[in-house]
């Protein structure tokens, strides 16, 4: 029987306009945590969750009425998303984007400006400038905390720099799914 990972390993393979296959590979398994995320979360229903767990954390006066075990699972692939986007944004400088198609649709963009459409690598690197890995599960934690009971004095810190951010490090991490990354050729020039 054919491993399902081998096999979407396959088609990604299949899908790079890369000509030498073992970069080809190589890449493959650089980007491997962004397909993993979205076989479990596509990202329209990644960002609904992560935006009513933001709503029921805020309002304080209702909790989210969804199973635990699903805000659970939602929270750990979270924590390992931001973990793996840190390591992203360690890579600006050896790795590139492939262009996008000659069909460019508004509705792709989401929540990236120009700039960070043609490149989205600079979402992770612009967001790991302002926060720190702690500091995004720290949010990721309280909203989920925040979202399951009803309280009176609510989180204390400011939430939606963070969420903007994770809201533009998914749809950045889409884009990379969907073009594929490839190392940057270097050139040196010769005095």
Same mark, same amino acid.
């Given at each position: 029987?054919?491993?399902?990972?081998?096999?979407?390993?396959?088609?990604?393979?299949?899908?790079?306009?890369?000509?030498?296959?073992?970069?080809?590979?190589?890449?493959?398994?650089?980007?491997?945590?962004?397909?993993?995320?979205? /076989?479990?979360?596509?990202?329209?229903?990644?960002?609904?969750?992560?935006?009513?767990?933001?709503?029921?954390?805020?309002?304080?006066?209702?909790?989210?009425?969804?199973?635990?075990?699903?805000?659970?699972?939602?929270? /750990?692939?979270?924590?390992?998303?931001?973990?793996?986007?840190?390591?992203?944004?360690?890579?600006?400088?050896?790795?590139?984007?492939?262009?996008?198609?000659?069909?460019?649709?508004?509705?792709?963009?989401?929540?990236?400006?120009?700039?960070?459409?043609?490149?989205?690598?600079?979402?992770?690197?612009?967001?790991?400038?302002?926060?720190?890995?702690?500091?995004?599960?720290?949010?990721?934690?309280?909203?989920?905390?925040?979202?399951?009971?009803?309280?009176?004095?609510?989180?204390?810190?400011?939430?939606?720099?963070?969420?903007?951010?994770?809201?533009?490090?998914?749809?950045?991490?889409?884009?990379?799914?969907?073009?594929?990354?490839?190392?940057?050729?270097?050139?040196?020039?010769?005095?």
């Amino acid at each position: 029987m054919i491993s399902p990972t081998w096999f979407l390993k396959l088609l990604f393979t299949v899908k790079q306009p890369l000509k030498n296959k073992k970069a080809a590979v190589r890449s493959v398994k650089k980007i491997r945590f962004i397909e993993t995320f979205f /076989q479990t979360n596509d990202l329209i229903t990644a960002k609904q969750m992560l935006s009513s767990i933001m709503q029921y954390a805020v309002n304080g006066k209702d909790w989210l009425k969804k199973d635990p075990s699903v805000i659970l699972q939602f929270h /750990q692939s979270l924590c390992i998303f931001i973990r793996e986007g840190y390591m992203i944004s360690k890579k600006t400088k050896k790795w590139k984007v492939n262009l996008p198609s000659d069909t460019n649709f508004p509705m792709m963009k989401g929540s990236l400006s120009d700039e960070e459409y043609e490149n989205p690598l600079l979402v992770f690197k612009r967001a790991f400038k302002k926060y720190s890995i702690k500091e995004f599960e720290y949010f990721i934690s309280g909203i989920v905390y925040f979202s399951q009971k009803i309280y009176r004095h609510g989180p204390e810190s400011n939430l939606v720099r963070p969420y903007i951010h994770l809201t533009k490090m998914l749809d950045a991490a889409y884009l990379i799914l969907e073009r594929g990354v490839q190392k940057k050729v270097i050139t040196k020039k010769i005095k």
